[in-house]
């Protein structure tokens, strides 16, 4: 029989599971992980900067297509297709070919088989064994005429450009932004590069309170005023799912600390900018019903570090386009 104790025990284990589990839905209902698109670039990771040192969180949902992984994908069942000689089957023929030859040059047939089974068997087994070394040469050689990757200098990988034009951590674009900060200074841009005005860093400070506050008034139409269709699904799916689980996500109060741009980029009729962006806001998830606050603090602001990547099309509007974490 169970002890007093023991049921105690596992009562105050069981309530203790319940409420972490309240806990982390509750948490789980704020805006977080790394969404949205930043053109050919989605997949790619983001040059750091000083605001944000750290590599960026890769995207989780996109719409984009990561092309990639497709290739890969399309390329693995071939690469990895098992072959005649592979696996125990092939441990099996491999023995049984030994053995076989070994026989046959003591002159005592395949096994002590005679007649001319035996012959038939212990040519089918040599020709085999031809067929064997053939294929270990052919993929010998294939794998030496391989292009070599380690040859590859740094800084050619990610975007597609030299390592002179590529930036490095101390040479990241900066925010001119007077009193929020900025970068380390800059290089030449690549030919797909585009400079960055003070007016739209202006604008990247003001969307970053728009899109917040819009957020926690689960304004969908303010939303859609500052964000792309497809950040605009995301946000609209979060805010549904947090009106399910009955309680809300308020954000006020949002203040940015620090900024600097990470790259800059135009890709057709399209220009785009990811920059990382330090702020505080009071940050607080509520109950619909009462009002309550089951997460957060309302008189303590919390301090976020995040990746935001705007666009616009044919100099119109800067919209948010993607949100990471760092």
Do not use: C
């Not at 380690?150 to 990241?172: K, L, S, T, Y």
């Not at 970053?208 to 304004?219: H, K, S």
């Not at 505080?280 to 957060?296: C, N, P, T, Y």
């Amino acid at each position: 029989m169970i002890s007093r104790s023991s049921r105690f025990a596992v009562l105050f284990a069981g309530l203790f599971l319940a409420f972490s589990m309240v806990t982390a839905d509750y948490a789980e209902a704020r805006r977080g992980g790394s969404f949205g698109s930043r053109g050919t670039r989605t997949f790619q990771s983001v040059p750091p900067t000083r605001t944000a040192p750290q590599p960026a969180a890769p995207v989780e949902r996109s719409m984009t297509p990561n092309t990639a992984t497709n290739n890969a994908a399309r390329q693995t069942p071939a690469a990895q297709r098992p072959g005649i000689f592979s696996g125990l089957g092939g441990s099996m023929m491999r023995g049984l070919l030994l053995g076989g030859l070994i026989g046959l040059l003591l002159g005592q047939g395949f096994g002590g088989l005679a007649g001319m089974l035996g012959l038939l068997l212990q040519g089918l087994l040599i020709g085999g064994a031809i067929m064997l070394a053939i294929r270990f040469f052919r993929s010998q050689s294939a794998r030496n005429q391989a292009p070599a990757m380690a040859g590859v200098p740094r800084g050619m990988g990610n975007f597609g450009r030299n390592a002179a034009a590529q930036p490095e951590a101390d040479n990241v674009s900066s925010f001119p932004i007077p009193g929020i900060g900025s970068g380390f200074g800059g290089t030449a841009p690549a030919s797909d590069e585009i400079t960055m005005m003070p007016t739209d860093l202006d604008t990247f400070q003001q969307r970053l309170t728009e899109v917040q506050e819009a957020f926690g008034r689960e304004d969908h139409a303010g939303l859609r005023r500052l964000a792309t269709p497809e950040m605009v699904s995301y946000l609209s799916e979060e805010l549904a799912d947090n009106a399910k689980k009955g309680i809300r996500n308020e954000v006020s109060n949002v203040s940015l600390l620090e900024a600097d741009i990470a790259e800059s980029w135009r890709e057709d009729d399209r220009d785009y900018a990811t920059a990382a962006l330090r702020y505080e806001s009071l940050d607080v998830m509520r109950d619909r019903a009462s009002g309550k606050i089951v997460a957060g603090e309302a008189d303590r602001p919390t301090e976020t570090t995040e990746l935001w990547t705007f666009t616009r099309q044919n100099g119109g509007d800067w919209k948010l386009a993607a949100i990471q974490q760092p």
